[in-house]
T-cell receptor, first 115, second 118 residues
Framework: AQSVTQLDSQVPVFEEAPVELRCNYSSSVSVYLFWYVQYPNQGLQLLLKYLSGSTLVKGINGFEAEFNKSQTSFHLRKPSVHISDTAEYFCAVISASGGSYIPTFGRGTSLIVHP | GAVVSQHPSWVICKSGTSVKIECRSLDFQATTMFWYRQFPKQSLMLMATSNEGSKATYEQGVEKDKFLINHASLTLSTLTVTSAHPEDSSFYIC??????????????FGPGTRLTVL
């Protein structure tokens, strides 16, 4: 079984500052990794995903994440945040074996962007 | 990307009544739909996996007689909360996966339904 740990429950940051949201996972097999964003009272929207290939993945809204296998991490970054980036961010992992492709989600990190 | 809708977006009901939530894939066919429950400030908890034309597979600890799931067509799955109680109040989110399945066919999430049981 796999698990996901999002180390920060809340990350406050000022507008135009860089931000990093941390995600670590544990799994006995290879995994695929995802970041989702959830705006208030809405469902989840896929930001980016790592399936294979380049470990640096670029997503929507200027976000990117880097897969680090040795550190079992998939941290999300943005060089300059906007007020509109205020939302809940979820990291998710899918086991490469089994074939069910059901994600396990982290507890989420609340990004709060201040003017 | 593909669109998944949920109806209603918000529902308030009295304790003891039943509530039905619909999940539709609007522009693709979904053999598999998932139902999640999300408590405030917490992650999504998978409740059940719904496959078109067959019985849903419930996660451990989820009462299948309380949370009835029907996936009658490739574009519609319903979740019925039977005899709802205040502790069932939550945000329910569905997701749908494209017909071809596989990892490259991502899950698309609905906007969620907020259930408040008085």
């Amino acid at each position: 079984a796999q698990s996901v740990t999002q180390l920060d429950s809340q990350v406050p940051v000022f507008e135009e500052a860089p931000v990093e949201l941390r995600c670590n996972y544990s799994s006995s097999v290879s995994v695929y990794l995802f970041w989702y964003v959830q705006y208030p009272n809405q469902g989840l929207q896929l930001l980016l995903k790592y399936l294979s290939g380049s470990t640096l993945v670029k997503g929507i809204n200027g976000f990117e994440a880097e897969f680090n296998k040795s550190q079992t991490s998939f941290h999300l970054r943005k060089p300059s945040v906007h007020i509109s980036d205020t939302a809940e961010y979820f990291c998710a992992v899918i086991s490469a074996s089994g074939g069910s492709y059901i994600p396990t989600f982290g507890r989420g990190t609340s990004l709060i962007v201040h003017p | 990307g593909a669109v998944v809708s949920q109806h209603p977006s918000w529902v308030i009901c009295k304790s003891g009544t039943s509530v039905k939530i619909e999940c539709r894939s609007l522009d693709f066919q979904a053999t598999t739909m998932f139902w999640y429950r999300q408590f405030p400030k917490q992650s999504l908890m998978l409740m059940a996996t719904s496959n078109e034309g067959s019985k849903a597979t419930y996660e451990q600890g989820v009462e299948k007689d309380k949370f009835l799931i029907n996936h009658a067509s490739l574009t519609l799955s319903t979740l019925t909360v039977t005899s709802a109680h205040p502790e069932d109040s939550s945000f329910y989110i569905c997701s749908a996966r494209d017909l071809a399945g596989g990892l490259n066919n991502e899950q698309f999430f609905g906007p969620g339904t907020r259930l408040t049981v008085l």
